[in-house]
Structure formats: C-alpha cells, structure tokens
C-alpha cells in the first residue's frame, strides 16, 4: 500500500464535511466468544461473533462551518443516526460509510485558546468500502 497522507482524508455527516476538524479516527472490533469445552484438548477455541465499529473526532469550533457544535449537539440530544462518510480528497483511494450515532460529545474551553470540541460515534449496521472516483 502506498503511503497515505491523514490530510487528504475527511469525515462527512449527511453529506457535510466536519470543520476544522484535526484529527479523526475509527476502529473495528470483533466479539470471540468462547466455546473451549473438554475436546479442544486444552486448546482455546472461539466463535465470530458481534461487530462493532465506532470512531472518534478532533475538531475546532467554528459557527461558520457546515457542520458545528450545534448540530452535533442536536444530533446526540435527538438520538439522531446520520449518514457517517470518511471520505480522502484523491480518487481512486478507499474510504468508508454507515449509518451512525454520536455517543459522546465533549467541549473544551481553554483561556486564549480555539474552543475544541470531541465527539465519538459508533456505526449501527454495516460499514461498507468505497472508492472516491
């Protein structure tokens, strides 16, 4: 795989890019349940159980950008899913979508400073690749 560049990437809900965002990320996990019983020979052995997928974003607050604290706020406070979109500038490269729902949202005011602000969300259902053309 070719080196990739964090910049060339952005996250998108409903289609509107998150502003001044700094950092963004996401994660897929598996759940192994355990299904070792006297014939594994002392072997641990598992089933493919639950997926789940849930990021998380750095951002800066700005009234001017598409989508702002406002409308994260309202997304959580309506237990609203949106379109989850994670997208790179390039063509040709992969990004990501789903369904989601923001599980935490979290401001940050420090004297003399941009407000930050933090929210979480996890994929309900799938996350499917795309391929930005």
């Not at 994670?86 to 979290?106: H, R």
């Not at 005011?109 to 391929?131: A, L, M, R, Y």
Request: hydrophobic share 35%; charged share 15%; glycine share 8%.
């Amino acid at each position: 795989m070719a080196n990739q560049n964090g910049s060339i990437f952005f996250l998108n809900i409903d289609g509107n890019p998150v502003g001044a965002s700094t950092s963004f990320s996401w994660a897929e996990s598996v759940d192994l349940p355990d299904t070792s019983n006297r014939d594994t020979a002392g072997y641990a052995t598992h089933l493919q159980g639950l997926r789940t997928i849930s990021g998380s974003c750095d951002l800066f607050s700005d009234p001017a950008k598409t989508v702002n604290v406002e409308e994260l706020f309202d997304l959580i406070s309506t237990r609203t899913d949106f379109t989850c979109l994670i997208i790179p500038v390039a063509s040709g490269t992969l990004g990501f979508t789903g369904t989601a729902s923001i599980s935490n949202l979290e401001m940050t005011f420090d004297f003399e400073q941009p407000v930050g602000v933090s929210f979480s969300f996890q994929v309900n259902g799938e996350w499917s690749k795309i391929t930005q053309s």
